[in-house]
């Protein structure tokens, strides 16, 4: 059975884990990693590229983590909404909203807020990765699609930006600006009654990119 560690920095895992797994709390993916070197036959991370403060040192680590032969795999989101019809538009809250969190997040120059898949490939290719390969998603924001599938996706979708948007906004305030505010949190809210509208056709452009640590 494959042996897994996770880190975070944070204590926010369930105490019920399967007996493969390992936690490793307090380990900071910003600065070196304490693991085996050439040992692992996977790297992967998901939804973390607004902490990564240096892409390089952190493809450099996942590389040396690596067995020759094995893959880093990433999961993340070119930031912002889009649509395709028109149907998500400047006028809206969400975008309000995501203007107003770039702004934040802007104030931590090391965060590449608008980090492409073409960025991110171009980082796998210098740390030595080869064999890169980019798989984009649209990922609705709530259930507005007709296809069942993506509907389905928009749904839990829909929970986990509802359950982790008011939070994810007070921290940032408290980080960006030293203090919390009212007026962003109603903002947040009315973001969020435009994430369980449907006739806004919302979507986030995700992509899956993996490549190899040669032989
Ligand atoms: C958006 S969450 C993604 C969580 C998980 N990877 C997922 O896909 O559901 C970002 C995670 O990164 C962790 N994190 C933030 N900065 C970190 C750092 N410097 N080192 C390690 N983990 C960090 C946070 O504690 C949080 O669990």
């Not at 067995?67 to 880093?72: I, K, L, Q, S």
């Not at 995501?98 to 898949?117: I, K, N």
């Not at 210098?126 to 007709?146: C, D, L, M, S």
Request: hydrophobic share 40%; net charge negative; charged share 25%.
């Amino acid at each position: 059975m494959a042996h897994v560690i996770a880190t975070d920095i944070a204590p926010i895992q369930p105490t019920v884990v399967p007996p493969n797994l390992e936690v490793l709390l307090q380990h900071n993916f910003n600065r070196e990693w304490n693991l085996p070197h050439n040992a692992f036959d996977l790297v992967f991370s998901r939804w973390n590229h607004l902490y990564i403060t240096d892409w390089r040192m952190f493809l450099r680590q996942a590389y040396t983590a690596l067995r020759p032969g094995g893959h880093v795999e990433l999961h993340e989101e070119l930031y912002g909404y889009y649509s395709d019809d028109g149907t998500y538009t400047p006028e809206t809250s969400l975008y309000h909203w995501t203007a107003w969190c770039q702004e934040a997040m802007l104030r931590f120059p090391q965060r590449e807020v608008g980090l492409t898949s073409d960025g991110v490939v171009a980082y796998l290719r210098e740390a030595g990765f080869e064999q890169v390969v980019v798989r984009g998603y649209k990922v609705p924001v709530n259930g507005w699609p007709k296809d069942e599938k993506y509907k389905e996706i928009g749904r839990l979708n829909q929970a986990q930006l509802l359950m982790m948007a008011e939070g994810g906004t007070r921290v940032l305030m408290r980080k960006a600006y030293g203090r919390e505010d009212e007026e962003s949190m109603e903002l947040v809210r009315m973001a969020m009654a435009d994430v369980k509208n449907r006739a806004i056709h919302a979507y986030q452009r995700v992509y899956v990119i993996y490549g190899r640590k040669p032989e």
